[in-house]
């Protein structure tokens, strides 16, 4: 792994290991993300920036063995989009090149607990520059849609989660449910 890799993944855990809080441990995270995405031009190889025409592509950079810990490059074509979904888990995603769009989604009756009779509204848009660090924490879950709006350049984003990210909840707005999907990631060398 390259060194800027496995420093952030170091400084990831020792993050995660000081601090119980999840809120506590995505701001720590934040500022070492931030550093992350203006190294990845020294670390992101070809197999980390692939793309499919069919749907945006999470390249998984490194899964820790004990499933607290995963990190992918993702990278979206113009008009590629994420469904409605939440995590199950911490996160923390950085910019490294491209526009990353994010359109958050809240649940005004608090945390969900079953899959059907979800009312979500819909909330504010954040436009993500390069270099830009978003975090999130679960319970009432964050829930968003993310991508690259038709017209705008590719965009490449780093993930950090605190799972094994594959499978999330996909929600159907209009209906009121949700269910959980695997999502796949394709495996690189780092
Ligand atoms: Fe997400």
């Not at 607290?68 to 995590?87: C, E, K, N, R």
Request: with cysteine; net charge negative.
């Amino acid at each position: 792994m390259h060194p800027a890799l496995s420093e952030f993944v170091a400084g990831a855990k020792r993050e995660i290991d000081r601090l119980p809080d999840v809120a506590d441990r995505v701001d720590a995270i934040t500022p070492l993300m931030q550093r992350l995405t203006q190294l990845a031009p020294e670390f992101l190889g070809p197999e980390h920036r692939q793309s499919d025409p069919a749907n945006y592509r999470r390249n998984a950079i490194y899964l820790c063995p004990d499933d607290t810990l995963s990190l992918y490059a993702l990278v979206w074509l113009p008009g590629q989009w994420t469904p409605v979904h939440d995590h199950g888990s911490w996160g923390v995603v950085g910019v490294v090149e491209g526009f990353l769009e994010e359109r958050a989604y809240m649940c005004p009756s608090g945390e969900i607990c079953a899959d059907t009779g979800i009312e979500l509204k819909r909330g504010g848009v954040v436009l993500l520059n390069p270099g830009a660090v978003t975090s999130f924490v679960p319970n009432p879950d964050h829930i968003h849609m993310t991508g690259v709006a038709a017209g705008r350049p590719t965009c490449v984003s780093l993930h950090l989660y605190g799972r094994n990210m594959s499978s999330f909840h996909m929600y159907d707005v209009a209906a009121g449910t949700r269910r959980r999907i695997d999502v796949a990631h394709h495996k690189t060398t780092a």
